[in-house]
DNA sequence: CCAAAAGTGTTCGGCTTACACCCATGT
DNA sequence: ACATGGGTGTAAGCCGAACACTTTTGG
């Protein structure tokens, strides 16, 4: 198997930016945490390939997937490359199949196991693009419900970005950029004054 | 063969932004205008194998070479995969070998043959890439001589982008992002007043 | 009435843009 | 002396960053 895909299927949760790893089922680094991947199968394509990934461990397929990096000498097969693309997912519509063999997990990609290959130069790297792209593009659309109150957006942005931004410019920015808007409804939870939700303006990647 | 490499080779001459394209030598699309590429020596590397094919085609091999994109579905056999690098060369340096039988030749991008394959999106992707590029990198330097009059600069500039700059921003920003510095001497190019000469700060690649 | 998160405007500094004239040289 | 490209400064608008108080609700 000469050309392999490798998704790194990312999220925020409870304020952190996780990524979903699995068990290895061969050899070499049989049973360490790696990113999930594999051969492509006859006639298919390298986004075919990764969205079937995608779909086999977290059943959802209309997300955000895109084309990372090839990397060559990963597994010291020489010849062989793999095609690394990145997802970006809402954790609550995942449902990872705990009785998979290989025991699908989210870490957070501040607190990495041990893994195989160098999938950790993998991991990095999809964070890099993740945070450029987040600047410059509604991506994060893909990490969010349909309708969602404007401090869970903040709260996604300082997950990936690790530091806290201001309430106002925040919100001036996602409004006046238009990636967001107001959806007229609002929602209560907890003691204290319910939020607006909102909503992104499109549920496509764009371009700011 | 199922894993090849595909190198864009850009370059500015005569205010124009040019690419370098090939005969092809094999089928299909036999004698077509295309990019260069290959397949791999045993246990090279992707990064290596388009260095390879940069110094076969250009004489040149200290410039500035990126991976661009993984393509599938190129040539329409199944299962293999070209994988896009682009390299920017100053064209005064390179010696293309006007013996060999695949006759490579620089054509403006702005006016380029019919290709072989889609090579036509891969050439406008490397472009978008590059045009990218200038903005927040240093990459230019790989477009010129060691010293150079800003005007010089500036052109090389404007031919990517297609458009004009204002002189004085132009020298401002330069300046003022540490991509240049004054090399103290200057030099005449005809009957007005000697230019000053500059230099890159760092001719390696680097994020301003 | 208290705790908790939601919502709201203004000021300042820096960066980008637009714009016009004098300088040094060769012929 | 004139033609040619080289070199220079300033003002205006826009954008990002910093910053504190009031509102609404549940308990």
């Given at each position: 198997m000469q050309v392999a895909v490798l998704v790194v299927i990312l999220t925020v949760s409870e304020e952190e930016l996780r990524v979903l790893l699995i068990h290895r089922?061969?050899?070499?680094?049989?049973?360490w945490w790696a990113l999930p991947g594999g051969g492509l199968l006859p006639a298919e394509t390298l986004a075919a390939a990764s969205a079937r990934k995608l779909v086999e461990e977290t059943?959802?397929?209309d997300v955000y997937l895109e084309q990372l990096f090839t990397f060559d000498g990963l597994d010291a097969e020489p010849g062989s490359v793999a095609v690394a693309y990145f997802a970006l997912v809402d954790a609550r519509r995942v449902r990872l199949r705990?009785?998979?063999?290989?025991e699908p997990a989210w870490f957070a990609v501040a607190a990495l196991p041990?893994?195989?290959?160098?999938?950790a130069r993998v991991i990095d790297y999809a964070i890099t693009r993740l945070r450029n792209k987040l600047v410059y593009t509604n991506?994060?659309?893909?990490?969010?419900?349909?309708a969602f109150p404007l401090s869970d957006l903040q709260a996604v942005y300082e997950s990936i970005f690790g530091r806290a931004f201001d309430k106002r410019n925040f919100r001036r920015r996602m409004l006046s950029q238009g990636i967001i808007r107001p959806t007229g409804r609002t929602a209560a939870r907890g003691a204290h004054r319910p939020a607006e939700l909102y909503e992104f303006s499109s549920r496509q990647p764009m371009v700011l």
């Open positions: 089922s061969g050899e070499p680094y049989l049973g059943g959802v397929s705990a009785e998979a063999a290989w041990e893994l195989a290959f160098d999938n991506v994060a659309y893909s990490l969010l419900p349909q």
